[in-house]
């Protein structure tokens, strides 16, 4: 007998905390609605040549092929046909460069799909998850100003999932670059080599990290590294805060002055597209893929829980599709690893275990009211209401805890006592309290209470 387990690196969750994960996927596919996207899926799996665009690297040694059990009998080497995808971006790509001339542009999408990855099985980590991605696509150009709408559509997403305090830390690419080159750091390479390094002050402390880059192979000065990190340290504390650390800054380079620039014009949009100012800062520590992003960066962190690292993110890039179409596709959007993020919630007992998706147990007390039951299931049903009915007559006390274990809140009875009167009785699991209602009124009662039960809980 094989013994049951499921693969490593997956997270596979028992009932009503998958219920607490697709509400939490809802609440962000209704915000991302709200503002204006609109739904995009792409086969679970690419074309080999299409998806493996750039060779080489971390991420070709993490993806799955896909191999038919057919083509397993051939014995063509090579790289088999097709691959799962491992993010959201490269199928955007293709799709938008396969659909250029049917999308109205601004091409505005979202997309919430598994993706996946061979990585390392270890807690925390995985192979099949969930990302929950929006992008704002142009055709030759795109405004600045849809880099300030991304900030709002993440404020109002996590304001709604209520998981704490959060903050929305920008930066942009060309800020970054320009600094470097003032520091004399103008290799494309070399300031991602030193950016990596940079990234690594929470783990190793400053001392470390300076030590790095005054040794071998950066050789950098002792000036030039004290600036750097000095640079990178910046954080601001308000929006007014915010304005006056990129007046600070000297524009002389054009790189660095069209990065102050953009930078200031999202900040003071923000406030028109009503995001608080408590809830984003600059960090000039953000850079994201150093060869991707090109312009506005983001990383939205919670504010009591920074172990857990960052819960969306994401940025501008100049072109989305060279490798699939000569046009010119800039955009920026953001993306957020919601089964990471819902485990590591879960983790922080910032999550809870939801009720069942079904509201409604109708017990059966007696196996000759058994059609009573289904009419009342049925008229609950109609009322919008979901209901399970018990099926075989048992005792209330094995029906009670059937309906607790599996967290229904509400248990209509009907025995003969309420048949002769023509109610029925409700019995409110959570507060261990019950009541009659009129067997006519029985739905609408019902569903008030429910109404009620949403309003309080914020959905």
């Known amino acids: 007998m094989i013994k049951p387990r499921t693969p490593p690196g997956v997270m596979e969750l028992l009932p009503r905390d998958q219920i607490a994960f697709a509400r939490m996927l809802e609440v962000i596919r209704r915000n991302f609605e709200r503002f204006g996207f609109v739904p995009v ?40 046909e097709l691959a799962l995808r491992f993010d959201l971006t490269v199928p955007l790509a293709r799709y938008v460069a396969e659909h250029e001339h049917e999308l109205a542009f601004p091409f505005r999408r979202f997309q919430i799909q598994r993706v996946y990855r061979g990585e390392r099985a270890q807690r925390g980590r995985f192979r099949e998850f969930y990302q929950c991605d929006i992008d704002v696509i142009g055709k030759d150009a795109l405004s600045i100003r849809h880099d300030a709408e991304i900030p709002a559509v993440i404020h109002a997403l996590f304001s709604e999932l209520g998981i704490g305090e959060f903050t929305i830390q920008l930066n942009n690419r060309k800020l970054l670059r320009g600094f470097h080159e003032g520091l004399g750091i103008a290799d494309g390479e070399q300031q991602m080599l030193v950016l990596r390094e940079v990234d690594k002050l929470d783990k190793r402390g400053v001392d470390a990290v300076r030590a790095t880059l005054a040794g071998e192979p950066f050789s950098l000065d002792a000036a030039i590294v004290d600036r750097l990190l000095a640079f990178v340290a910046v954080r601001s504390t308000s929006h007014a805060d915010a304005i006056a650390q990129l007046d600070k800054l000297a524009p002389g380079r054009e790189a660095m002055a069209q990065g102050v620039a953009e930078m200031r014009e999202v900040l003071e949009l923000l406030r028109a597209y009503g995001v608080p100012e408590k809830n984003y800062a600059l960090n000039f520590s953000i850079a994201r893929g150093l060869d991707y992003y090109t312009g506005t960066v983001y990383e939205t962190v919670l504010d009591a829980y920074p172990q857990i690292g960052s819960i969306c993110s994401g940025g501008r890039y100049d072109d989305l599709a060279s490798n699939y179409t000569k046009s010119r596709l800039p955009g920026v959007g953001i993306s957020i690893g919601a089964t990471r993020l819902f485990w590591q919630l879960r983790e922080a007992g910032l999550i809870a275990t939801a009720d069942s998706s079904v509201e409604v147990l109708v017990g059966l007390m007696d196996d000759a009211r058994l059609a009573d039951s289904l009419a009342i299931a049925r008229e609950l049903r109609a009322a919008g209401i979901c209901t399970e009915v018990q099926l075989e007559a048992k005792k209330l006390t094995r029906q009670f805890q059937y309906a ?49 039960q949403r309003a309080l809980q914020g959905r």
């Open 41 to 80: 899926e792409t086969p679970v799996f690419e074309l080999s040549e299409v998806l493996l665009t750039k060779t080489g690297g971390e991420t070709e040694r993490q993806v799955y092929f896909v191999q038919s059990t057919g083509a397993l009998e051939k014995t063509a080497a090579g790289v088999p």
């Open 404 to 452: 607790d274990r599996s967290g229904i809140r509400y248990m209509v009875l009907l025995g003969e006592d309420e048949l002769a009167r023509g109610v029925v009785t409700v019995k409110d699991l959570r507060r261990q309290e019950q009541f009659e209602l009129a067997r006519p009124e029985l739905a609408a009662g019902l569903k008030a209470k429910l109404e009620q």
